[in-house]
């Protein structure tokens, strides 16, 4: 299997570009809906954080790196990867400060079904975004590269 | 039975691709087939109710690692370089998997109630405590989440981990002239295109 020699920037192609603009607020809204919804549905933050990235990366992969990157700089994705972790580490410090054991949630709320409740939403948010950063960092390390590559060439 | 008609082409179709990602040496058709690959086994899990695996199959390993493969194949050559027919590795892989289906037979039938996973005293304190005391139905958000929060903590720092390995080893940023290329090899301009369309970064 062989491509064309000079093909057409991925930019150019229009059913490309109309089907990822329609695909794409899509794809980030499924990703919402597994990051919240995974208490009763299949899904949860890791799963959440993917699907959003895969959104992202969509639009990058059609769009150009540099936009990509103006949207989300490698900066933001940088300190999300390690936010998302202390996020949930936070949590264990927090039921602590509370008086109970590490990670053991039913005190964050008065009752405790609540505060299970919101110690799992909270660490699944970080989770998502541990997982969606750490994947679009993959990502700009790729294609940085290939950048790079391109300019030395 | 009736999954195992179900199941039965999922798994031929495995062994086709598996078999073609194995002879193929253009690697751009090799990528996708990687690609196939993890949808297929994503049904698979689908069809043994594992929804969340079947979940995260197809987006890391249909979505996202398919692109770093082809993000991959932008830095390397298109075609697979001719090798010397190996004895070695064949026997070796043989051997494995003989072993690991082997394995397979002192395993309880799939979905078997009697199995040692749903006899185990754990697993009612997890399924009613998931319902009486988190009022959750999906009880492996419950068993993830709290009851082996550990792990997961564990986890997710292993994907950070995993971030800042790749970020060292990838980066580009320590060469900040970028004069001297570490791979020393560059492909010419044409050869670059899938990442070339990728990053695009030319204006």
Do not use: W
Request: aromatic share 8%.
């Amino acid at each position: 299997m062989s491509l064309p020699r000079q093909p057409m920037r991925m930019r150019e192609k229009l059913v490309l570009r109309v089907t990822s603009k329609l695909l794409i607020p899509l794809i980030l809204l499924f990703g919402l809906y597994v990051q919240f919804h995974g208490d009763f549905g299949p899904g949860g933050g890791f799963q959440a954080g993917v699907i959003f990235a895969a959104g992202f990366i969509l639009y990058g992969l059609i769009f150009g790196l540099n936009e990509l990157q103006q949207v989300v700089p490698h900066r933001v994705v940088e300190v999300g990867s390690a936010l998302g972790v202390l996020i949930y580490g936070g949590v264990g410090v927090v039921t602590i400060l509370l008086g109970a054991n590490y990670l053991d949630y039913s005190v964050l709320a008065h009752d405790a079904v609540h505060g299970r409740h919101y110690g799992i939403l909270a660490i699944e948010a970080g989770v998502g975004l541990t997982v969606f950063s750490t994947m679009m960092l993959i990502f700009y390390a790729f294609a940085d590269r290939g950048r790079a590559k391109e300019g030395a060439s | 039975m009736p999954p195992i008609p179900v199941e039965l082409p999922l798994f031929i179709l495995h062994l086709i691709t598996a078999v073609l990602i194995a002879r193929i040496r253009g690697l751009f058709s090799a990528a996708m087939l990687t690609g196939i690959f993890s949808l297929l086994s994503c049904c698979l899990f689908t069809l043994m109710d594992a929804v969340d695996v079947a979940f995260t199959e197809a987006a890391v390993g249909a979505g996202i690692s398919t692109v770093l493969m082809l993000g991959t194949l932008a830095l390397t050559d298109r075609e697979e370089r001719q090798q010397p027919v190996r004895i070695l590795p064949f026997v070796v892989v043989g051997v494995t998997g003989a072993a690991l289906v082997y394995g397979t037979f002192d395993m309880p039938p799939f979905g078997a109630a009697d199995a040692p996973i749903h006899q185990h005293p754990l697993v009612a304190t997890y399924v009613h405590g998931a319902h009486d005391d988190f009022h959750i139905p999906n009880i492996v958000t419950v068993v993830l989440g709290s009851y082996r929060g550990y792990d997961t903590l564990g986890e997710t720092a292993v994907i950070f981990t995993a971030g800042v390995g790749v970020l060292l080893l990838l980066s580009g940023r320590r060469r900040r002239d970028g004069e001297s290329d570490p791979g020393g090899q560059t492909p010419p301009p044409d050869e670059t295109e899938v990442l070339g369309e990728t990053s695009g970064g030319d204006e």
